[in-house]
């Protein structure tokens, strides 16, 4: 009899009577998709199930249900696979059906061969997309999911017999480095041909395994955007809808945890024999290829999705789906919508304290943060807005803190430090390695609503090399197109984004920008490590909670401009025009509309009134005042 917890750790036993109750009726694997959907359901089920976020890799139990935060950083080739397919009993003749779905190596048992004639066995095609966690997922995001979850782990035994001794980092470790693994494990290594026993066979795979690996020599490389990140890859395989999926999309998928070692060993055995220059006509995959695509599954562990949703955010603090259908989305919008004007306040307050007492940059960073491309006219992104925010002290620990800030309150963000060295050794671009068959990630692969950083205050004269100058490239069309070229060799692909780019530096800003605010400090605190770790340390933990949400749901807001007011704003402009011609441009109307959609967003206001309209006025004219008497000080342009 089925146990409650049977669909957590042994899914395909479900999977298995679903399919052997419908066979062959054809609807059995949307019975499949349709029984996991309802138990998730249940109240708060989604927390039971282990997050490869959260949870070391050898705390899993193989095939267990997972479920998967992770932005699509590949898609390789459709694969075919034995989707039904029959086995016969060497001794009695007799014949069991299996389903191939949801597995990596088709089931057979003692004494029992695969029918390999076509009339029985039954294709399908699948895809896999290489995933990988959220890049620069801020800090308070993964605790806050990590905090939730109710999943009941314990070390895995399943397919290495000590594995509770070790830990991820030194299994990963062992994967990267084989001559440690020589060090440990040659010794006792049997025949695994002809074994009946599974345990025997998976504890000798392992050893096999590693026996093999001895001969690999380069570290794999995991192919995260962002130096300095970890957390898991995974490659994930979809059976169904993935059309809906692309590159650069935020996914979480529920699935089947595939890691079995047998793998490792098929996959070295393919590597070997594709030196013979027979099998080589056979196999057309290259080495670096067949690494890429079939890495060891305890570096990059597979999942056979039953479940994927696209996210329309990473911020835990909100309901994952905020639609007005459902009730509980409505009721949490509505609930936070009623004290919004104390949290925008706040946050004003301090925004503020964190500029040194400079109230307009913190306004500007409020409508900077709540940005988001909303729609493309052409080949205009439409919402985009970036703030080069100049006047910041060079070489300072001013830029750092402010960055400091903006993680805590954004769930995804990085900080590019805009130096010589590093805009001519960076990969910005992603480009695609055609010997591998993949495509190498970059630093601007982000996923969209991600906060950029660029520090220009460390930029100190230098020359630029020819991969710097298409890096400087790169970060001016990102700005201005909200676009990234990626490079395929022969031609440049564009992949539109939806990324807040924010840039600081001491004059105007050597990269385009929407609109400059020049910082004016009212205070120079004496320590300032001391100011802003203690404006952080401050603020209290549920304050700084509402601020993350109110940043996150007012992106997610509608809005619109009724034809009265739009008929107003024309003649507004149009009384501007006629009393200041020259300095009253067609950009000026765009961004004062601009500002002022994001300041009745940020007050809470879905359409634009006169009160918001005449404020975007104001908000603009002290701007352009500042800047005008930055001039006039310097004697030059910023």
Wanted: aromatic content about 8%.
């Amino acid at each position: 009899m089925p146990c409650v917890a049977d669909w957590l750790n042994c899914p395909l036993s479900i999977v298995q009577g679903i399919f052997v109750q419908n066979n062959p009726d054809p609807e059995w694997e949307g019975k499949v998709t349709e029984y996991f959907r309802e138990k998730l359901k249940e109240n708060n089920a989604t927390n039971w199930v282990p997050s490869l976020n959260d949870v070391p890799l050898h705390y899993l139990k193989p095939n267990s249900l997972v479920k998967f935060r992770c932005m699509i950083q590949d898609m390789f080739d459709p694969e075919f696979y034995m989707n039904i397919y029959e086995t016969v009993d060497t001794h009695t003749k007799s014949r069991v059906t299996h389903f191939g779905k949801y597995r990596d190596l088709a089931e057979c048992g003692p004494h029992q061969e695969i029918d390999l004639n076509p009339t029985k066995v039954v294709t399908a095609e699948r895809q896999t997309f290489y995933c990988v966690p959220v890049p620069g997922e801020s800090a308070w995001v993964k605790e806050a999911y990590s905090s939730v979850s109710q999943a009941r782990v314990c070390p895995s035994t399943s397919y290495t017999p000590s594995r509770h001794k070790r830990s991820y980092e030194e299994d990963e470790d062992m994967e990267l480095h084989p001559s440690k693994q020589r060090e440990q494990h040659l010794g006792n290594i049997a025949d695994i041909h002809g074994s009946g026993e599974p345990k025997r066979l998976e504890t000798e795979a392992s050893a096999t395994r590693q026996m093999i690996s001895l001969n690999c020599s380069p570290p794999l490389d995991l192919n995260f955007p962002l130096p300095g990140e970890k957390g898991p890859a995974c490659l994930v395989k979809m059976y169904r809808n993935w059309d809906n999926f692309k590159v650069n999309d935020v996914l979480e998928v529920y699935g089947i945890l595939s890691v079995d070692p047998v793998l490792n060993i098929l996959n070295n055995e393919d590597r070997e024999n594709s030196s013979s220059p027979v099998d080589s006509m056979d196999c057309m995959d290259t080495v670096e290829e067949q690494r890429v695509h079939s890495p060891p599954a305890s570096l990059v562990p597979r999942i056979h999705v039953i479940l994927a949703q696209k996210l329309q955010h990473i911020n835990p603090l909100l309901p994952a789906c905020l639609n007005e259908e459902e009730s509980r989305s409505c009721k949490f919008v509505s609930s936070f919508m009623s004290e919004l004007s104390p949290v925008r306040a706040e946050l004003l307050g301090f925004l503020t304290h964190a500029f040194l007492g400079d109230s307009l940059a913190a306004e500007y960073l409020i409508l900077h943060l709540i940005s988001t491309v909303y729609a493309r006219r052409d080949v205009l992104p439409l919402g985009k807005f970036t703030i080069n925010l100049s006047g910041c002290p060079r070489n300072s620990v001013f830029t750092e803190h402010i960055y400091r800030i903006i993680q805590q309150l954004v769930p995804a963000s990085y900080r590019l430090q805009m130096t010589i060295e590093n805009m001519n050794c960076l990969q910005l671009k992603p480009h695609k390695d055609y010997t591998a068959n993949r495509l190498v990630s970059g630093v601007l692969q982000l996923a969209s609503n991600t906060s950029l950083v660029i520090d220009e205050t460390l930029l100190e004269q230098g020359q630029l090399d020819t991969r710097g100058v298409h890096n400087v490239t790169a970060l001016g069309h990102l700005i201005t197109w909200q676009k990234v070229d990626y490079d395929f060799s022969y031609h440049q692909m564009e992949f539109p984004c939806n990324i807040n780019v924010l840039i600081t530096s001491e004059g105007r800003s050597l990269l385009p920008s929407d609109c400059q605010v020049h910082l004016q400090p009212q205070l120079i605190p004496p320590n300032m490590e001391e100011h802003m770790n203690s404006l952080l340390t401050a603020v209290l933990p549920s304050i700084l909670n509402k601020f993350r949400i109110y940043l996150s749901l007012l992106r997610l807001l509608d809005y619109s401009i009724s034809d009265e007011v739009t008929k107003a704003v024309e003649d507004d402009f149009v009384e501007m025009r006629k009393n200041d011609p020259e300095s009253i441009t067609a950009d000026d109307l765009h961004r004062t509309l601009l500002i002022a959609r994001f300041l009745s967003l940020s007050a809470g206001q879905t359409t634009l009134s006169r009160e918001r309209w005449l404020r975007a006025k104001q908000l603009e004219a002290l701007r352009k005042a500042r800047l005008q008497q930055q001039k006039s000080v310097n004697g030059n342009e910023l």
